[in-house]
């Protein structure tokens, strides 16, 4: 009997050991991946870093370019309208010209 208790505690003990085994296994490679993951939350909180210090070197350059692109269209607009204004009025020399020339051809 004692013979048969000792047996199966060993054989307890074999099982017990064999399932601590895999669950070892198991933990080691939940440590890597845990591992792995804080490297890769550390890059992105790099990444983030670098982002951010990006934002606020060009931030200030960003909203100047926006004020001479704003600017740039305002002084388009203006030169299109006085365009329009010169072109109007080069019509109007070259008619008055034109009126003036043919009046004077019967003296030719």
């Not at 365009?83 to 020339?101: A, D, G, P, T, Y």
């Amino acid at each position: 009997m004692r013979s048969s208790c000792f047996q199966d505690l060993v054989s307890h003990a074999a099982t017990r050991s064999q399932e601590l085994q895999s669950l070892e296994g198991d933990l080691q490679l939940v440590v890597e991946k845990d591992h792995r993951v804080d490297q890769k939350l550390q890059e992105v909180a790099a990444f983030r870093s670098d982002l951010e210090r990006v934002k606020l070197k060009q931030g200030p350059e960003c909203q100047f370019l926006k004020e001479q692109v704003k600017q740039l269209a305002n002084d388009k607009k203006t030169l299109e309208e006085r365009n329009v204004s010169l072109q109007e009025k080069n019509k109007s020399i070259s008619r008055k010209h034109k009126c003036e020339f043919l009046s004077l051809l019967p003296f030719l």
